[in-house]
């Protein structure tokens, strides 16, 4: 396990194009960590920089407290598992994953160590040691059936494991995931989500985990880094993430449908608080924001998410029905409000499109964002 410590960490591109911009972020040890963002967003860059695989031309990167900006990947104690798995197609599973440790053993086949006693005694010692190893993680992984094959003759899912497990048995400090699970099929992207789930549980490992799958990033990680153009956004547990969005970019990046988003003025409306935009007028806001309109009503962004939009109550909002989609356990309806298409996410019932509706709004779980980039989240 291992402590990883960024500090105002950047990397610029020749022509002055910025990957990543003053990173700060602390990795404590066996956390689990997942960097998502859209395509571009720096996420892989700072990976590779963890790596050694990037030059880092900002800031500091530690592990275990010892900058590491000029150490070479190979003396980093880390261990990556790439997107395309990177297995020799002419070795077995065994070797493929016995490969790393084979490369750095202690008794080296030099011409002049084949006559001493104690090279021979070495060298069996150090390989009885690598095939204990590579058994261990192949059992721990489910493929110790699978040691004798060549990657051609292993499945995808098959593949990432022994992807995986010749990462494990190096034993490092840091298991690096560049978004390992992209090429698999969705059923068996949430079985691999679940058995690396697992992994860290057993091994106790730090792991850090770069996915561009919000589903995949909330699911697995201990903390969740959301970046957008090189900056994080955001860096909290995946219910705060959820629940507590750093700004209006993370709030729709999180979520699928994605957030309900409208413009708008929040003001005193009687002796309570409203908000009042794009044809929309919703009473009973939480009284908590009344700070937030001293003296004068207040420009924002109201934000609600699908599922605390539903059909039927009494809100006072009326709907036309435009589009239905049915999911089995639960149903997403697009329904125009006043100006404004929402979505709402509910139990199935049935609807026409075209019909009229009413719709009840959690209030309480409604946020404020301020208007424009990046749009900072308001109140509490």
Same mark, same amino acid.
């Given at each position: ?77 880390? /261990? ?57 993680? /192949? ?128 003001? /005193? ?18 009284? /908590? ?92």
């Amino acid at each position: 396990m291992a402590t990883i410590d960024l500090n105002g960490v950047g990397k610029t591109y020749p022509g002055g194009v910025q990957a990543v911009r003053g990173a700060d972020l602390r990795i404590g040890h066996g956390e689990f960590v997942v960097l998502v963002g859209p395509s571009g967003c720096g996420k892989s860059t700072l990976l590779r920089m963890i790596a050694g695989l990037e030059t880092i031309t900002a800031g500091t990167l530690a592990i275990d407290g010892a900058v590491v900006n000029d150490v070479p990947p190979q003396d980093r104690d880390i /261990a990556m598992v790439f997107q395309n798995y990177a297995l020799y197609p002419h070795m077995d599973v065994r070797t493929n994953m016995a490969f790393g440790l084979l490369r750095r053993r202690r008794f080296s086949s030099r011409l002049k160590a084949l006559l001493s006693p104690a090279y021979a005694d070495g060298r069996a010692k150090e390989r009885a040691e690598i095939d204990a190893r590579v058994l261990a993680a /192949a059992r721990v992984l489910g493929i110790e059936h699978l040691l004798a094959r060549k990657p051609a003759a292993l499945s995808g899912g098959q593949r990432q494991r022994v992807a995986v497990g010749r990462a494990m048995v190096r034993e490092p400090k840091v298991f690096l995931f560049d978004e390992p699970l992209s090429n698999l099929d969705a059923k068996l992207r949430v079985e691999m989500r679940a058995e690396l789930r697992m992994l860290h549980r057993r091994l106790g490992a730090t792991m850090i985990y770069v996915t561009h799958d919000q589903e995949e990033a909330m699911s697995l990680g201990d903390r969740v880094v959301v970046l957008k153009d090189g900056l994080i956004q955001q860096a909290a547990t995946p219910r705060q993430v959820y629940d507590r969005p750093a700004n209006r970019f993370v709030a729709e990046f999180v979520g699928t449908p994605t957030m309900n988003m409208v413009e708008g003025t929040l003001e /005193a409306r009687g002796a309570g608080m409203a908000f009042r935009g794009q044809g929309l007028v919703i009473d009973g806001l939480v009284d /908590a924001w009344r700070k937030l309109i001293q003296p004068h009503p207040r420009s924002v962004v109201l934000g609600v998410r699908p599922e605390h939009v539903q059909i039927g109550g009494g809100t006072g909002l009326q709907a036309t029905v435009e589009a239905v989609e049915h999911y089995g356990d639960r149903m997403d309806v697009q329904v125009r409000c006043g100006d404004r298409s929402l979505t709402a996410r509910c139990m199935p019932q049935p609807l026409q499109e075209g019909g009229v509706v009413n719709l009840t709004i959690d209030l309480a779980r409604t946020h404020l964002f301020e208007p424009g980039t990046p749009g900072a989240r308001l109140g509490d």
